[in-house]
């Protein structure tokens, strides 16, 4: 069957399902490849994203595509935001990137997409939403749903860079195309508040610096990050918050919600509560373990108040995260007799390695 609709019909049908729309032949930059490439040798880009074709031709993940539907799913509050980044301590909380606070955006964009191919009464296409190998921010870029921030986001007209972002992929031509309007100004804001120099400058982000992936990543998280943490226990929102775009952006009803973040409560918390509260949140995926870990960084950078809940992390049977409780612990401004105790008691090297600093 012949399918023919015009990108106003298919931005008509986003709109009623909260989604900003757009739409480019699929194709991807000449230069994209050889940037991944450059960024694989720099060992600054995993090196799968050099092997897999998926991650520069579309057609590789769907066969007979002739053109991707971008869309872009805003999500920042609409309930009053002061704008905390988590860089500095705020009591015993601890600070929840604003893309994890709802339910997790994987399902919702892939349910809307999912929508917005039975409202156009299509039977053949893909939705892709993150998850994918497909190189999405430069496929939105390509079909005019944003223009690349500085920071390395997407930003999207008036919601700037608070969208997710997902893609159909379709196997008819859409006609019409035509750019979104907004996008950023090269201020450069965002290079200036990293915190911890991840934006090299414009459009150069080093992952394992970036704060957002250390709160996400396996094992242990390097000591001269620790204190630029802060209390954020997952992900990083200061690139954004400092986006001049952050005073006049549009405020939309995310689904979800998330309860604030009681350090004290994460120390504690059971494999089973992680579940029961984070499991439908877009944190679900990583355990209770690595928000247990991030906490006790965070309650380190409190200060003394946190001592008690640091000194709980210490019995945890999990090395990793008795590393980070060790240093926390020290952090705080433990006395050296409490130090020496915790030495004492403690068999694995390095947890007592942690504690060595300290001492």
């Not at 919702?108 to 039975?118: N, Q, Y």
Request: net charge positive; glycine share 10%.
């Amino acid at each position: 069957m012949s399918v023919s609709l015009s990108i106003e019909t298919i931005r008509a049908a986003g709109r009623e399902l909260g989604l900003v729309v757009a739409a480019a032949p699929p194709e991807l930059p000449p230069r994209l490849e050889a940037f991944l490439r450059a960024k694989a040798r720099a060992g600054e880009y995993p090196a799968f994203t050099e092997r897999d074709p998926a991650r520069r031709s579309p057609a590789a993940a769907f066969p007979g595509v002739r053109s991707v539907i971008t869309a872009a799913l805003p999500y920042w509050p609409t309930e009053e935001d002061d704008g905390w980044d988590g860089s500095r301590p705020r009591g015993l909380r601890g600070f929840l990137s604003r893309y994890c606070r709802g339910l997790d955006y994987h399902r919702v964009l892939r349910e809307r997409l999912t929508a917005l191919a039975g409202r156009l009464g299509l039977t053949d296409y893909l939705v892709q939403v993150d998850a994918s190998p497909l190189e999405e921010r430069a496929l939105a870029e390509a079909s005019g749903l944003g223009s690349y921030g500085a920071n390395c986001l997407i930003h999207v007209g008036p919601y700037g860079p608070w969208v997710f972002l997902g893609e159909l992929l379709v196997t008819f031509e859409v006609g019409g195309v035509s750019p979104v309007e907004g996008g950023c100004r090269g201020c450069l804001e965002c290079v200036r508040a990293c915190p911890t120099g991840a934006l090299r400058g414009p459009f150069d982000l080093v992952p394992d610096r970036c704060l957002s992936y250390l709160t996400q990543m396996r094992g242990t998280i390097p000591r001269r990050y620790r204190r630029a943490l802060g209390v954020r226990v997952f992900g990083c929102d200061t690139c954004q918050l400092s986006c001049p775009s952050f005073k006049r952006l549009n405020r939309v009803s995310y689904p979800g919600s998330s309860p604030r973040l009681d350090l004290r409560w994460l120390v504690d918390m059971s494999s089973r509560e992680f579940r029961r509260v984070w499991g439908p949140s877009a944190i679900g995926w990583r355990g209770a373990g690595i928000l247990k870990r991030n906490a006790l960084v965070a309650l380190g950078n409190v200060g003394e108040e946190a001592l008690p809940y640091i000194r709980r992390g210490l019995e945890d049977p999990r090395p990793y995260v008795r590393r980070h409780a060790a240093w926390a612990l020290g952090a705080a401004g433990a006395s050296r007799e409490e130090l020496k105790r915790a030495y004492a008691r403690e068999a694995d090297p390095t947890v007592r390695g942690e504690l060595e600093l300290w001492l």
